[in-house]
């Protein structure tokens, strides 16, 4: 079975801070994919990432990165110098290679306060 | 523009009748789904469709039925709405392919539904 584990219900920073959002998976497929979704106040639901299992080459895309440790079978997710604007509840999601299911889990609330 | 279009955004209906919610990708996208999101649970999928004629159950089919009959479009069928069933709702297409190392792209969501069955 598959299975999207957001230990974090939610976070609170204050603005510039760095924040972590949390991600473990499990997966008995060698072949899957896992994402980041990103879904504001305002409701739509908005793709960050995408990373298969055969790169496991962290990403940094300005001020966001993704930590991909098989290992530990996590997918970290990073802000740097937090800004007000990156308050949102992200979601990470994984679909293994032989399903068509794409499994989310439930989700992280972060707030960035001024 | 490339979109996800759901109808109606929001709908408040009595329990048993029975209502569709329509969805409609302008991207030629094979995979198309729907899931319902409730606070504490996340997203939830109910069913998903790797292209025509070919639809599966994700992890909440109960009480809700689709159809595939052409690729741009994946409607989300009550036949009889409970108040269980009040949710938001999301429709998402993506590219997917069965090559190794490709698999399915980004998904692409409507901007969701706002179901209350009373």
């Known amino acids: 079975a598959q299975k999207v584990t957001q230990a974090q219900t939610e976070i609170s920073v204050v603005e510039k801070e760095d924040v972590t959002l949390d991600c473990v998976y499990e997966t008995r497929d060698t072949t899957y994919y896992l994402f980041w979704y990103k879904q504001p106040p305002s409701g739509e639901l908005v793709f960050l990432i995408r990373?298969?299992?055969?790169?496991?080459q962290n990403e940094i895309s300005g001020r966001y990165s993704w930590n991909f440790q098989k290992s530990t079978s996590s997918f970290n997710f990073t802000i740097t110098a937090s800004q007000v604007v990156d308050s949102a509840v992200y979601f990470c999601a994984l679909k293994g290679g032989s399903q068509g299911n794409l499994i989310f889990g439930k989700g992280t609330k972060l707030s960035v306060k001024p | 523009e490339a979109q996800v279009t759901q109808n109606p955004r929001y709908l408040i209906t009595v329990t048993g009748k029975k209502l569709t919610v329509t969805c409609s990708q302008n991207?030629?996208?094979?995979?198309m789904s729907w899931y319902r999101q409730d606070p504490g649970l996340g997203l939830r999928q109910i069913y998903y469709?790797?292209?025509?004629?070919?639809?599966d159950k994700g992890d909440v089919p109960e009480g809700y039925k689709v159809s595939r009959k052409e690729k741009r479009n994946f409607p989300l069928i009550l036949e009889s709405p409970s108040p269980n069933q009040t949710s938001l709702y999301f429709c998402?297409?993506?590219?997917?392919?069965?090559?190794?190392?490709?698999?399915?792209?980004?998904?692409?969501f409507g901007e969701g539904s706002r179901l209350t069955v009373l």
């Open positions: 998402a297409s993506s590219l997917y392919s069965d090559l190794v190392g490709s698999g399915p792209g980004e998904l692409f």
């Open positions: 990373r298969n299992s055969f790169d496991e």
């Open positions: 991207m030629n996208h094979e995979y």
């Open positions: 469709s790797m292209n025509v004629e070919v639809t």
